[in-house]
């Protein structure tokens, strides 16, 4: 009866230790967090954007003010239809043009977000707007901006 518990308690200690051995790491997910907002404001490409569109806007603020001293000399039905016309004219061409470049932005953002993560063994990125609190070490928005200003954003319209 004694050999048949000591082999008893003998297979539950060699079963015990090879389960131990075969655990894998459970340190749990490798996650970086990224602020949008900034890399969208410091990287290259969202400086030349937002620097496009002021001076589109400024252009056409001119163009506004002419437009409202000749009108308000002359308001005809006329004038006033081609100055609407024009007002909604700027309005979808501004919107087309902010919207080309906020796709452009977000896709080279997307490609160097997926490229970091590969490259640093990441199983996860999050931006810093949703985290509760994290570890300043795992922000990557710096490494995000450096690799957006290595791509080639196109701003301007071509």
Wanted: glycine fraction near 6%; include cysteine.
């Amino acid at each position: 009866m004694f050999k048949k518990t000591l082999t008893f308690v003998a297979l539950i200690a060699i079963s015990a230790f090879l389960v131990g051995c075969q655990q894998q790491d459970s340190k749990g997910a490798k996650v970086g967090f990224v602020d949008t907002g900034k890399v969208f404001k410091e990287c290259k490409a969202g400086v030349e954007g937002m620097a496009y569109l002021k001076k589109e806007s400024e252009d056409f603020q001119s163009t506004f003010k002419d437009m409202q001293k000749e009108l308000a000399g002359n308001q005809t039905k006329a004038n006033s239809a081609k100055f609407q016309a024009a007002l909604s004219e700027y309005q979808t061409k501004m919107g087309a043009e902010q919207n080309r470049i906020v796709g452009a932005l977000n896709d080279g953002f997307t490609k160097a977000v997926d490229e970091y993560r590969k490259e640093n063994g990441l199983d996860a990125v999050f931006s810093v707007e949703s985290a509760v609190s994290f570890d300043e070490k795992s922000d990557i928005s710096a490494a995000i901006i450096e690799s957006m200003n290595k791509m080639d954003i196109k701003i301007k319209a071509e």
